[in-house]
């Protein structure tokens, strides 16, 4: 006599596995859409560490007699010049405007405005669609509003 044997199939149905499938492709996204702001987060604070790592040398130009660029800022032009005039550096300092857009997106804008000897240089960066970036040598800081 056969006795009737019950074959049990292993493994998943197509059903399971769509299904598997469509709640990973719904996690990823929401993952990457909530990580969009914090990527534009850390490159702006990035930007803000970049701009603020310049104020040290605005004050050092500013005891040595120097002034401070009137025009407008680009990457690898000199921060400190001396009495006569940009572009004629201030003996001892060779400190350049770095390099933010690449990196960040933001870029500096317009002229700073303001004197070193007064204390109340300032500068900007701006992105487009971000807030933007304002250094102020009065307050020894850069931040957004």
């Known amino acids: 006599m056969k006795k009737n044997k019950i074959k049990f199939e292993k493994g998943f149905t197509l059903v399971e596995l769509l299904t598997v ?61 001396n009495k006569s005039g940009c572009p004629t550096v201030q003996s001892g300092h060779s400190v350049t405007w770095p390099a933010i857009l690449a990196k960040t997106g933001y870029d500096y804008a317009g002229t700073p405005s303001g004197s070193l000897a007064l204390g109340t240089y300032t500068f900007t960066a701006t992105k487009s669609g971000q807030p933007t970036i304002t250094c102020s040598y009065a307050d020894n800081g850069c931040s957004t509003p």
């Open 21 to 81: 499938i469509a709640i990973i492709g719904i996690l990823a996204s929401v993952v990457l859409v909530s990580m969009q702001g914090s990527v534009e987060k850390s490159k702006t604070a990035s930007a803000i560490t970049t701009l603020s790592s310049l104020l040290p040398e605005l004050v050092t130009c500013a005891d040595d007699n120097g002034i401070a660029t009137s025009a407008t800022p680009g990457a690898g032009n000199i921060v400190c010049c």
